[in-house]
């Protein structure tokens, strides 16, 4: 659905994106990853056609964005990271001026303004004056603005910077819900945990480089090929080790406390018949589980590996 082919954005002697190639599939939840100044900001205008690249092409739904560029209007909708609003206008007027904007029939418009609202959990408001809404409201009136046209691509920008956390939660539920009508959906953001709930693949950006990118799980498992297991012992973890000693698929033992952590390169049926082996010899296990790597764990990984 999203294609950048050697994408590179100079101002002046300042590199902000170089060489960016990156896809995103039609569906997917992608996550666009990094510290602010990595260059997601600059990716996203290009991306948005509301500024022109250096060089390099961009093509969204397979439509070249410097040959049609209004084409690939009709395909996106772009939530910038500041929520700005007519605070004269009450929410309806407001939604009303850009469903004018996007030509969508005056006796159409009453009913996709209240889909919308509906969708950005907004109905409550809809005869409110935009400024006296909080930010998060705004930056959820800017959303269903977003949705009039019914993009299949949704670039968003910083989505939840600024929100308390319950605007946060409020906000991603209704992320989920644009997913669940099939959208695609290009987030930004170096909040990691806005992004790891409700992201299918992401892509780390540092210094205006695409350090890596792919689904989430299959990352993952490039990244951290061996599962990591812990086990809560209530007897000594001294017989928990002896009984794991030279065990084929344990390449790593540690113990702290009451717990052992393993990093394991067999399957879950091959854990389950560790898990058996270890009661069949008389150790008290309390827990076991899979510690499993999220996106923060990639991150910071992926950093670590960039500084050395």
Known sequence: MIRTVDLRVDYGDFTA?????????????????????????????????????TYGDVFVGGVDIAERPQDVHKLLGYMPDLPIV???????????????AYFIPVEKRKQRIDECLELANL????????????RGMR???????????????????????????????????????MAALGKT??????????LADFCTSIGIMERGELVIDGAI?????????????????????????????GH??????ESEGQSVRIRFSGDDEEAADLLAKLIHDGVRVKAFYEDKMDVEDIFLKVGAREVT
């Open 17 to 53: 994106v170089k060489d960016l190639n990156l896809h995103v599939p039609k569906g997917e939840i992608f996550g666009l990853i990094g510290p602010n100044g990595a260059g997601k900001t600059s990716t996203f205008k290009v991306l948005a056609t509301l500024q022109e690249p």
């Open 185 to 194: 959906l290009v987030v930004s953001s170096h909040i990691l945990t806005e």
């Open 217 to 245: 799980d299959d990352i993952i498992a490039q990244m951290n090929p061996h599962t990591l297991w812990v086990m809560e012992i209530l007897s000594e973890t001294s017989k928990a080790e002896a009984c794991l000693a």
């Open 248 to 253: 084929p698929h344990i390449e790593s033992c």
């Open 86 to 100: 007519y605070e004269e206008l009450k929410v309806w007027e407001f939604l009303d001026l850009f469903a004018s």
């Open 123 to 134: 109905t409550a408001k809809r005869d409110a004056f935009s400024g006296t809404l909080s």
């Open 139 to 177: 930056q959820r009136l800017i959303l269903a603005k977003t949705l009039l046209h019914e993009p299949e691509v949704m670039l968003l920008d910083e989505p939840a910077g600024g929100l308390d956390p319950m605007a946060r939660i409020e906000l991603r539920e209704a992320l989920r819900g």
